[in-house]
């Protein structure tokens, strides 16, 4: 589901943005080299759009604070060939003038032109990092093509699977011949996904489609039909489908699609199909819609006879490692460095013939003896595989015991936490502070005091969990995965699971098509619905022991365009036990009456719930709650005064608030609040001073807070904030003398504050500060000299301080610092002499430092 802002923000990007860097720059070089950064964004923003999920949802908030800004600067924005002439339009530069002109602009004699190019340079510049740089399962290309995420180091392996799929799908695609479907069968945790994104990664494979065309669409067991249609549609990249045919029934829908991608040759890649029906006829032929001359449909299964449906002109198959490439895997995944010695080596060769050549196999039950040094846990594990062995069953079966064998080996926490993987859709990016919030909710980890405590182990759980082959996680640690195979073993775990066991609490359906909510035993404790559909919604849950609730994204009926959604008056009633609600991202347009009788919940996600426009004063009876996000709720415009009762409340999210123009007073009651996020509240015009009563706030965001002209004096009462953020606060002109008072601050983020002439004085009193971000700070001309008291700091960002002249001599007492970015000061003259004292410098950044003549001969030293 797109957010509601991203189709503005698209369009700005797309049309004022790139108008201003053509015209504003019509040097070759530089026009160039800032086409082709735009030209590797806008499809990034574009997908980013469709997504509207919590990993990008940060990266859309600073765009569109970005774009805010610009689209007011570019107003304003007219250069003239001649003064006399009174002109609309853009003048082009002529190459001769740039110089000259850049240089006037930067002596003040057109600030807001400077401003403005400062602006649209650090949209295209930070959003093209963005996309260098981002560590998640994906990676877009300058063509709007999204990388499969493939692990750090791929095994290579005898037989050449590969090379004959590769060649195939190159001969398939030459010239413009009727449209082929292509098989690649293999038993699970084979390898056939990892071949697939190989294939589409492949540079020899993206010139022969063109990047744009390669598309790639995870099918599942529990895919639905109206969601891969809507999958389809959005890769068209336009918005008919979405817009005239979400609503309609498959048959139109089939047809559209048909006609669609018949004016398109394309490589569409469908992983993991299933023998499934949908309306009389199987789910090869609802997807077979790549009919145009030379396309090849590849389809990713375990079925012989889901590629018989399809009708595939051939059929790779993967075959099983050989028994030297499985234990070149085995020892990958167990060793690291080499081989074992003595007899570990003997009984690991053993353990590795009972994965049967399976890669997955290998790869979890390696994982799970890594670093193993004891000879009796070999021989243990040896013995249970063994025991588990039966010739006459299935490969499939035989999976399952050999990956069961690694999950036993876990403990009773992380056996939990592996489960609740089985709560999200297939191919789902899992919020991994989502997972560590459940799991502490849950009391997964004990009845920590400190939420800190909880985290830390939820995020060691993970990584442990990683480190066994169980999970994937993304390189920044946000997001987690699990391969479809070891997903279904979660879920039929919790199938099998006896009345006793933990997993038998468990009703996990995510994804699914369900006529309505079952009447449960009172024995059920967990639910997860993320993303399904139900036909008819019960006006009351009646299970007393529910302890957790997932209902996010999920659709009642046929709800494709979001019609404002209402649970009944007593959907709540009776839920006692409640401790976690996730009902993000449906159209909500109010919390039922009893909400109230949820006593025991301490964690309410409302986030993207942009329907909803106010919660009930009855809030006040959640005296257990401690976390409550209302992040991107757009509509909402106000809190309630009743908001002063949640007393045990740690964390209030209001991310992207828009529509939020001030807080109540009654938030000095919040005593125990500890986070408290603003960021993107551009209609927030002040802070109320009751603030300062908040006394165990560690950290306040208001990044992007545009209308926010100053902080109220009585800031200087929140004595334990460590981290305060006032990124592309452009109304702020000056920080209150008070700020001295934050004797714990570590961080301070004043980035883009465009309006932000000079820091106190008084600034030297932050001795705790580490880190000092003045990135944009147009109007800032100089640090006072004072900052030389700031001992502790040891990252300065001056970068895009353009009318920045000199650093002080008193630079040198920074003994902490070890980065320092000046790029981009662009009327930087020189540095002192003073900057040779800086020795725990390991970054200095001095691009595009153009009036920079020379350095100082002792930099060196």
């Known amino acids: 589901m797109g957010d509601p802002v991203s189709g503005a923000v698209v369009g700005l990007l797309l049309t004022e943005v790139t108008n201003a860097i053509k015209k504003a720059y019509r040097c070759k070089e530089n026009c160039e080299k800032l086409q ?118 791929i095994v290579s392996f005898e037989n050449d699977t590969y090379g004959k799929l590769k060649t195939l799908i190159k001969t398939e695609g030459d010239g413009m011949g009727d449209p082929v479907t292509i098989g690649l069968r293999g038993a699970g945790g084979a390898g056939k996904t990892l071949l697939a994104k190989m294939l589409h990664n492949d540079p020899d494979i993206q010139a022969k489609y063109g990047a744009h065309s390669i598309l790639w669409i995870t099918i599942g067991q529990d895919a639905t039909l109206s969601s891969l249609y809507l999958t389809m549609g959005k890769l068209l990249k336009d918005d008919v489908f979405e817009r005239e045919y979400a609503s309609r029934n498959e048959e139109d ?117 890594y670093d193993e040094k004891k000879l009796s846990q070999w021989r243990s594990a040896l013995s249970n595989l063994k025991q588990s062995k039966r010739a006459s069953i299935p490969l499939e079966e035989r ?105 038998s609490e468990c009703y996990f359906e995510p994804g699914k098509d369900l006529k309505t909510i079952p009447k449960f035993s009172s024995t059920i404790k967990r639910i997860s619905l993320i993303s399904s559909r139900i036909q008819d919604l019960p006006e009351n849950l009646l299970m007393p022991q529910l302890q957790v609730l997932l209902l996010s994204n999920f659709n009642i009926g046929n709800n494709e365009n979001n019609t404002p959604l209402k649970f009944s008056q007593i959907f709540f009633r009776g839920l006692n036990n409640l401790l976690y609600i996730d009902l993000s991202s449906i159209p909500l347009i109010e919390l039922p009456e009893s909400i109230k009788e949820l006593k025991a919940l301490t964690s309410l996600n409302l986030s993207g719930c942009s329907s909803l426009k106010e919660l009930p004063e009855n809030i006040k009876e959640l005296k ?43 938030i000095k009651e919040l005593k125990a609040l500890t986070s408290l996020d603003l960021s993107g509240c551009s209609s927030l015009k002040e802070l109320p001073e009751s603030i300062k009563e908040l006394k165990a706030l560690t950290s306040l965001n208001l990044s992007g807070c545009s209308s926010l002209k100053e902080l109220p004096e009585s800031i ?100 902490a610092l070890t980065s320092l970015d000046l790029s981009w000061c662009l009327s930087l003259k020189e540095l002192p002499e003073s900057i040779k004292e800086l020795k725990a410098l390991t970054s200095l950044d001095l691009s595009r430092c153009s009036s920079l003549k020379e350095l100082p001969e002792n930099i060196r030293s």
Not at 728 to 753: F, G, M, N
Not at 778 to 799: G, V
């Open 399 to 503: 999976l399952f015991h050999r990956l069961k064998f690694s999950y036993d080996k876990l403990d009773d926490v992380k056996k939990k936490c592996f489960l609740y993987f089985a709560a999200f859709p297939e191919d789902y990016q899992i919020s991994t502070h989502q997972l560590c919030s459940i799991w502490q909710a849950e009391h997964l980890f004990g009845d920590w005091n400190e939420a800190e405590e909880a985290s830390n182990d939820g995020v060691a759980t993970l990584i442990s969990l990683a480190d066994q082959s169980l999970i994937e996680l993304s390189k920044n640690g946000k997001i987690a995965k699990m391969h479809d195979v070891l997903r279904d073993l979660a879920i039929r775990i919790i199938h099998e699971a006896k009345p006793t066991d933990w997993a």
């Open 716 to 815: 200087k009462e929140l004595k334990a904030l460590t981290s305060l953020n006032l990124r592309r606060c452009s109304s702020l002109k000056e920080l209150p003398e008070s700020i001295k008072e934050l004797k714990a601050l570590t961080s301070l983020d004043l980035s883009w504050c465009s309006s932000l002439k000079e820091l106190p004085e008084s600034i030297k009193e932050l001795k705790a500060l580490t880190s000092l971000n003045l990135s944009g700070c147009s109007s800032l001309k100089e640090l006072p000299e004072s900052i030389k008291e700031l001992k502790a700091l040891t990252s300065l960002n001056l970068s895009w301080c353009s009318s920045l002249k000199e650093l002080p001599e008193s630079i040198k007492e920074l003994k």
């Open 624 to 666: 257990a709650l401690t976390s409550l996000d209302l992040s991107w709720c757009s509509s909402l415009k106000e809190l309630p005064e009743s908001i002063k009762e949640l007393k045990a409340l740690t964390s209030l999210n209001l991310r992207r608030c828009s529509s939020l123009k001030e807080l109540p007073e009654s």
């Open 36 to 153: 082709s950064t735009l030209n590797s964004v806008s499809p990034y923003v574009k997908k980013m759009a469709d997504r509207g999920n919590d990993t990008c949802r940060k990266w859309l908030e600073d765009l569109e604070c970005l774009l805010e800004d610009a689209k007011r600067i570019i107003t304003k924005y007219r250069i003239l060939e001649k003064p006399t002439l009174i002109s609309s339009a853009f003048v082009y530069w002529k190459r001769s003038r740039v110089n000259s002109l850049i240089l006037d602009i930067h002596h003040g004699i057109e600030k807001k032109i400077d401003e403005a190019i400062m602006l649209i340079l650090d949209i295209v510049q930070a959003v093209h990092d963005e996309v260098m740089t981002r560590k998640s399962p994906t990676m877009e290309t300058s063509s709007g093509f999204v990388l499969q995420d493939l692990p750090a180091n």
């Open 253 to 369: 829908q089939r047809t559209y699609l048909i006609d669609a991608f018949k004016k398109k040759k394309v490589l569409l890649i469908l992983d993991d199909v299933w023998e499934q029906y949908s309306h009389g006829h199987s789910m090869m032929e609802w997807l077979d819609v790549a009919k145009g001359l030379g396309s090849v449909t590849l389809v990713t299964t375990r079925n012989s006879a889901v590629l018989t449906s399809a009708k595939a002109k051939e059929t790779v198959v993967v075959p099983l490692l050989s028994e030297s490439e499985g234990w070149k895997l085995f020892c990958y995944q167990t060793f690291g460095a080499g081989p074992p010695q003595g007899q570990i080596a003997k009984i690991a060769k053993d353990i590795c013939k009972e994965c049967h050549g399976l890669p997955l196999a290998l790869a979890v039950i390696g994982g799970t003896m």
